[in-house]
């Protein structure tokens, strides 16, 4: 087991009176339902020891935090790495502790008719959870919820049975009906033609780090609106189920991405991985299957699928992941060579990432026309599937102008997309169902010398104010909004006012 900093991200108690067999359905009110959130201020501490196993050798779990030594208040949800102000935890690796105390209502405690289950919607990358100092839940991976069953815990030392009469048990679920289809060279919706004009995005904002957020979200979803975007993919990892809601209801479609980012070493490709991360997909689909809005699952980012071993395991996962879900095409997101890319004949949908002019051909432009046209066309020989243009952009600082442009200003950044688009032109006629920038809002990452205090290929700052591009994607996402949008065949649409999907 790897040390790994655990951080709870938006947990609640919820109870409910029937035990949920199945699918893992989001924790909704209902006459029979009840929840309690759990966000707010947690106590807090970062195990520097040596070893990062002092919390587990002196049983910190065991007592109050408090007890065993200082704590630090940390907001939940948030990345505890951005809100403090000490070095050494904005780059901790091991294992964190967080602690809350709960008082429980009393109907909860005392009714064993109620079930009541601790769920934790997201905790990075491997949690384990104690009630009371007893282990109750282990989770590795991150991203996704889990729960644990902790009634016998919260009523314990109560004997008498309450009477077991009829139970009845609500849950309400919004639903959009929808069909998916991919041809050899366009991708159904409804049996529409769908042009994917969109952005990648991450969780990620100024002092919260990747905790979720209503506000960020709200802000967001205007300025998806506001750009004229219809989708957006989850890079590189499953968002938060609310931002799913959102999309459900505003109406933008999204490919939904599991962790599999980083698979670039042969050892990556084992048996223990494979296995893992089929239990990922497991997780992920059983979580987001109801989102009319999920259009297309990608398993992985980036890959080295050229390598042997990928050959297999794109196979293994893609099966599946179709088995568990046979309604959505499957695909993971490819920057490798078309003729030796292994993983590339089980997918669905092409979806390849390129960066001409960007890590190749510093500054020169005129290249990408030919790199760009040469990219598809290769693509599409080679598999006669529909692509998308998952990334392509170029870093650009705010405020920094040069005419002739160079990189990083927002001249060159806009001048690179202007190139990408001739070509998305062209192809979006035949065979190209999409195109996604990279990246819709700039985002903190590790120091490296081509990143500028994270990397800055937002067509938003991380602030969400416009550089120069998202003026020029504005214009364009309108335009192919106007162009390749049809009205439903019959009906009115359900969408809020401003949604672009119309189911
Ligand atoms: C792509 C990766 C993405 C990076 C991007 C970049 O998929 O996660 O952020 O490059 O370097 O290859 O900007």
Same mark, same amino acid.
């Given at each position: 087991?790897?040390?790994?900093?655990?951080?709870?991200?938006?947990?609640?108690?919820?109870?409910?009176?029937?035990?949920?067999?199945?699918?893992?359905?989001?924790?909704?009110?209902?006459?029979?339902?009840?929840?309690?959130?759990?966000?707010?201020?947690?106590?807090?501490?970062?195990?520097?020891?040596?070893?990062?196993?002092?919390?587990?050798?002196?049983?910190?779990?065991?007592?109050?935090?408090?007890?065993?030594?200082?704590?630090?208040?940390?907001?939940?949800?948030?990345?505890?790495?951005?809100?403090?102000? @000490?070095?050494?935890?904005?780059?901790?690796?091991?294992?964190?502790?967080?602690?809350?105390?709960?008082?429980?209502?009393?109907?909860?405690?005392? @009714?064993?008719?109620?079930?009541?289950?601790?769920?934790?919607?997201?905790?990075?990358?491997?949690?384990?959870?104690?009630?009371?100092?007893?282990?109750?839940?282990?989770?590795?991976?991150?991203?996704?919820?889990?729960?644990?069953?902790?009634? *016998?815990?919260?009523?314990?030392?109560?004997?008498?049975?309450?009477?077991?009469?009829?139970?009845?048990? +609500?849950?309400?679920?919004?639903?959009?009906?929808?069909?998916?289809?991919?041809?050899?060279?366009?991708?159904?919706?409804?049996?529409?033609?769908?042009?994917?004009?969109?952005?990648?995005?991450?969780?990620?904002?100024?002092?919260?780090?990747?905790?979720?957020?209503?506000?960020?979200?709200?802000?967001?979803?205007?300025?998806?609106?506001?750009?004229?975007?219809?989708?957006?993919?989850?890079?590189?990892?499953? /968002?938060?189920?609310?931002?799913?809601?959102?999309?459900?209801?505003?109406?933008?479609?999204?490919? @939904?991405?599991?962790?599999?980012?980083?698979?670039?070493?042969?050892?990556?490709?084992?048996?223990?991985?494979?296995?893992?991360?089929?239990?990922?997909?497991?997780?992920?689909?059983?979580?987001?299957?109801?989102?009319?809005?999920?259009?297309?699952?990608?398993?992985?980012?980036?890959?080295? &699928?050229?390598?042997?071993?990928?050959?297999?395991?794109? *196979?293994?996962?893609?099966?599946?992941?179709?088995?568990?879900?046979?309604?959505?095409?499957?695909?993971?997101?490819?920057?490798?060579?078309?003729?030796?890319?292994?993983?590339?004949?089980?997918? %669905?949908?092409?979806?390849?990432?390129?960066? /001409? &002019? #960007? /890590?190749?051909?510093?500054?020169?432009?005129?290249?990408?026309?030919?790199?760009?046209?040469?990219? +598809?066309?290769?693509?599409?020989?080679? /598999?006669?599937?529909?692509?998308?243009?998952?990334?392509?952009?170029?870093?650009?600082?705010?405020?920094?102008?040069?005419?002739?442009?160079?990189? +990083?200003?927002?001249?060159?950044?806009?001048?690179?997309?202007?190139?990408?688009?001739?070509?998305?032109?062209?192809?979006?006629?035949?065979?190209?169902?999409?195109?996604?920038? #990279?990246?819709?809002?700039?985002?903190?990452?590790?120091?490296?010398?081509?990143?500028?205090?994270?990397?800055?290929?937002?067509?938003?700052?991380?602030?969400?104010?416009?550089?120069?591009?998202?003026?020029?994607?504005?214009?364009?996402?309108?335009?192919?909004?106007? %162009?390749? #949008?049809?009205?439903?065949?019959?009906?009115?649409?359900?969408?809020?006012?401003?949604?672009?999907?119309?189911?």
């Amino acid at each position: 087991m790897h040390p790994a900093a655990w951080a709870a991200l938006g947990p609640l108690l919820w109870a409910c009176g029937l035990a949920l067999r199945g699918g893992m359905l989001y924790p909704r009110e209902s006459p029979s339902r009840e929840r309690k959130e759990l966000h707010g201020l947690w106590s807090f501490r970062a195990d520097f020891s040596e070893n990062r196993q002092r919390g587990f050798e002196q049983r910190w779990y065991r007592s109050p935090l408090r007890e065993s030594g200082p704590t630090l208040d940390m907001p939940v949800p948030s990345s505890f790495n951005d809100v403090g102000q @000490d070095r050494q935890l904005r780059s901790f690796v091991g294992w964190v502790w967080y602690e809350r105390e709960v008082t429980l209502p009393q109907r909860w405690t005392q @009714d064993l008719g109620t079930r009541v289950v601790l769920r934790i919607g997201s905790a990075h990358y491997y949690a384990i959870v104690w009630v009371n100092g007893v282990h109750v839940v282990e989770h590795e991976g991150g991203h996704l919820p889990f729960e644990a069953d902790i009634s *016998k815990l919260v009523q314990s030392g109560l004997t008498t049975q309450t009477a077991a009469g009829p139970v009845s048990d +609500f849950y309400t679920l919004p639903v959009g009906i929808r069909t998916i289809e991919v041809t050899e060279h366009q991708f159904l919706i409804n049996g529409k033609p769908f042009y994917f004009h969109g952005v990648n995005k991450h969780e990620d904002a100024d002092i919260r780090g990747r905790g979720f957020d209503w506000a960020l979200l709200v802000k967001d979803f205007n300025l998806l609106r506001w750009l004229g975007a219809n989708a957006f993919r989850t890079s590189h990892y499953p /968002y938060a189920e609310e931002v799913l809601q959102l999309c459900d209801r505003y109406g933008i479609v999204v490919i @939904d991405e599991s962790p599999g980012v980083g698979i670039v070493l042969a050892q990556s490709y084992g048996n223990q991985s494979l296995q893992h991360h089929l239990e990922v997909m497991g997780e992920l689909v059983r979580r987001d299957k109801n989102h009319p809005a999920v259009v297309m699952w990608s398993v992985a980012n980036e890959p080295a &699928s050229f390598l042997p071993p990928a050959g297999y395991y794109f *196979k293994t996962l893609i099966a599946h992941t179709k088995a568990l879900d046979p309604s959505r095409p499957v695909t993971f997101v490819t920057n490798s060579n078309y003729e030796a890319d292994l993983g590339a004949p089980y997918v %669905d949908v092409i979806c390849v990432n390129s960066y /001409y &002019s #960007w /890590y190749h051909d510093y500054g020169h432009l005129e290249v990408i026309p030919l790199q760009l046209a040469t990219q +598809f066309e290769n693509w599409y020989r080679t /598999y006669q599937k529909p692509i998308i243009q998952s990334e392509y952009g170029a870093g650009a600082i705010p405020g920094f102008h040069q005419d002739p442009p160079v990189m +990083f200003s927002e001249e060159y950044q806009k001048a690179l997309l202007q190139q990408y688009h001739m070509v998305l032109d062209e192809k979006r006629k035949n065979y190209v169902v999409g195109e996604l920038v #990279w990246n819709f809002a700039d985002f903190m990452t590790d120091q490296a010398p081509q990143r500028v205090m994270g990397n800055k290929k937002g067509i938003f700052t991380r602030q969400r104010q416009p550089k120069a591009a998202a003026f020029l994607l504005r214009e364009r996402y309108w335009r192919l909004a106007n %162009d390749t #949008w049809r009205p439903p065949a019959a009906g009115r649409s359900q969408c809020p006012e401003g949604g672009l999907f119309h189911v």
